[in-house]
């Protein structure tokens, strides 16, 4: 259904320049650097599936799903959704797709939500009916109704968000591409964008690819996961893979006041020291946290401790 | 179909730009003084020397009013086109490639620049008065039936212009010191009959930046100065071909689009 095969997106990179003389120079001088954003990335999704795509900041996420929805031309190897190649048949492949992108709207900014919707039915030729139906739908699981008159710059951050997952819905697609829908909600809205989502592959079949940072985002979603890091897939399995492999460690920071020798504790799963700070990943399943400090302490004196729910980023660049 | 769209598209624009009336206004009247501005100096340089390289004062009064319409209406209907690197430094331009329909007509019902229009009378105008004065010595019937064509023509050649050096922005993000170079001084340029200028400077506007072709050319012919029926023709063809070039290099252009981090 969806499919990458050695997908890969190189960028040069010329050190960026003002004025004419200076941008003309760097078009065309030899001085640049090649970053490959993402670098041969395959994998094959199946209708139905909810997969996380998950990776530290700049590790390919978005570039990825660009590439897929037909934004982005790739380097080299190809990617087929739904039989489509999304840089031949951009068209064609936007009439399946619905896409969301946390960070910017794609509503009229300064427009009533409706009059978005309106000219989204203009846009994907939907009939009257059906536009109807659709209204109903989504007010019974996103409440849109509650703000369809509100301008768009005036909605809270969560109801922009469920105007925009609307939106994404409003031609029936079958996938979905959603980078951080997530991002910077408050705990009961992303509640309620994890039970629409839930909701969107249960009951009705879409095949999700979902970027975010938020743990609880993937554990209670994805019953896939695809990890990249610095444009390479390092895991491509399932929760429970995921799991096994990073333990999905709690995060202790101890600063003590003066450089200390730590040694093996059992659930521990990994220490990294600069100068007197330590960085402790453990496993709360294995050992409890007032355990591991009392451990601790008999290293020497902390001054300093902080401890951390674990986050996709930090987990992942400690471990790759 | 394809129309309807662009209506329910541009009517949002001008509903979202109305949101900020005062603003709307302001542009409007600061535009229309610039470009008054610009012509009275231009009026002041010729009434001191009555006449440039044979062509007298209302006879460049019409090489400038179509120039300015031209631009004026290119302004009018394509500003998104003119701030495109807006598209590509804040990476907008994603949010055009994820909809069924071409970025370029969505860049065009994005936005119109009514506060333009105040330029293109301005420049009808001065095409007016300079044909009430010229009609004292020559036929004007045959220019008249043709000044929509010339009009037409300007527009395609400015957008097309305009469009080339859109294109430029997806390899160099910036294009605004472009513009100067392949419109703002070209265009500037066309105020005047091109006879005023050196060789190489003349062989750039019959060519690559194909502004003679918008005024000059045809005038040429109108005015009773040289040339033959086949110079009515020329703008035409020129127009055609520059629009489908531009066309082809930003379809081209596209597959370089890099985007940006989010």
Redesign the interface.
Known sequence: MIEANQLTKS?KMYP?K???LN?MR??FSAKYEIKHAVDAISFKINEGEFVGYIGPN?AGK??TI?ML?????PSSGTATVLGINP?KE???L??NIG?V?G??T?L????PVK?SF??LK????ISEQDYRLFLKKYDDILEIGRFLET?VRKLSLGQRMRADLAAAMIHNPSVLFL??PTIGLDVVAKKNIREFLKEMNRSHQKTIILTTHDMDDIEQLCSRVIVINQGKTVLDGSLEQLKNHIGLPSILKVLFDERVNPKNIIGVEKIEQIDSELTILYDRSKITSPALLQEISQWGTPKDIQMKEPEIEEVIQYFY | MKLKLYIKLVSASIRSRMQYKMNFVFSMVSYGIVMMIDFLMLAAILNRFNEVKGWNLYEVGILYGISSVSLSLYRTVAPEIHEFEKYMIEGEFDSLLIRPVSPLVLLLSKNLDLSRIGGALQGMIIIALSLYHVSHTHSITLLLIYLPVILVCGWVISFSLALVTATIAFWTQRIKDFQTFTLYAPFYAANYPMNIYPGWLKFIFFTVIPVAFINYVPMLFLLNKSGNIYYLLLPVLVALLFFYLALAFWNFGIRFYHSTGT
């Open positions: 960028f960026s003002r004025g004419i941008s760097s078009l700049g978005s570039t660009k929805s037909g934004i982005l031309h840089q951009r068209k064609q936007a009439r896409i992108f960070q910017r794609q009229w900014w300064d427009l009059d309106e000219i203009a846009m994907y030729r301008p980078d951080e």
